[in-house]
T-cell receptor
Framework: AQSVTQLDSQVPVFEEAPVELRCNYSSSVSVYLFWYVQYPNQGLQLLLKYLSGSTLVKGINGFEAEFNKSQTSFHLRKPSVHISDTAEYFCAVSDEETSGSRLTFGEGTQLTVNP | DVKVTQSSRYLVKRTGEKVFLECVQDMDHENMFWYRQDPGLGLRLIYFSYDVKMKEKGDIPEGYSVSREKKERFSLILESASTNQTSMYLC????????????FGDGTRLSIL
């Protein structure tokens, strides 16, 4: 069985500051990792994904994430945030055994960017 | 771009009613999913379908059923709606290949009075 822990439920930052949203996972097999963003009253939108290869993954809207196998982490970063980045962010994992069809989600991190 | 369309953004129903939530995707995806999202509980999988006429229970199937008669459409049915089923419902679809992500609709906010 796999699980995902998002270490911060809320992250307030000021505009143009850097941000890191933390995600740790546990799984006994190789995994695929995803970050999704949810703006108010909308569905989830894929930000980026890690399947294999380079551990640094770049996504949309200037976000990137780094896969660290030894620490079982997949933290999301952005060097300079905008007001429009205010949203809820979800980390998710699937594994090779299920061919990735089912996702296990973290409980989400609310990012609030203040002026 | 993948388009996953949920038939209603907001829906209000009464206790005991039979409620249908519809989801349509336009990318010929094999896999489809229904989740509910509640504050503090994250996303919880209700049912999913690997392909047409196939369905699997997720983590919280009680009080729900599903129908997948055509590949593009996946319906969630609340047989007898109750107030504890008031929630945001999200549909997703996915190409059945290793590592493929799920693509989500905009959600249906359902209120049961």
């Amino acid at each position: 069985a796999q699980s995902v822990t998002q270490l911060d439920s809320q992250v307030p930052v000021f505009e143009e500051a850097p941000v890191e949203l933390r995600c740790n996972y546990s799984s006994s097999v190789s995994v695929y990792l995803f970050w999704y963003v949810q703006y108010p009253n909308q569905g989830l939108q894929l930000l980026l994904k890690y399947l294999s290869g380079s551990t640094l993954v770049k996504g949309i809207n200037g976000f990137e994430a780094e896969f660290n196998k030894s620490q079982t982490s997949f933290h999301l970063r952005k060097p300079s945030v905008h007001i429009s980045d205010t949203a809820e962010y979800f980390c998710a994992v699937s594994d090779e055994e299920t061919s990735g069809s089912r996702l296990t989600f973290g409980e989400g991190t609310q990012l609030t960017v203040n002026p | 771009d993948v388009k996953v369309t949920q038939s209603s953004r907001y829906l209000v129903k009464r206790t005991g009613e039979k409620v249908f939530l519809e989801c349509v995707q336009d990318m010929d995806h094999e896999n489809m999913f229904w989740y509910r999202q509640d504050p503090g509980l994250g996303l919880r999988l209700i049912y999913f379908s690997y392909d047409v006429k196939m369905k699997e229970k997720g983590d919280i199937p009680e009080g729900y059923s599903v129908s997948r008669e055509k590949k593009e459409r996946f319906s969630l049915i609340l047989e007898s709606a109750s107030t504890n089923q008031t929630s945001m419902y999200l549909c997703a679809s996915r190409l059945d290949r290793e590592g493929q992500p799920q693509h989500f609709g905009d959600g249906t906010r359902l209120s049961i009075l």
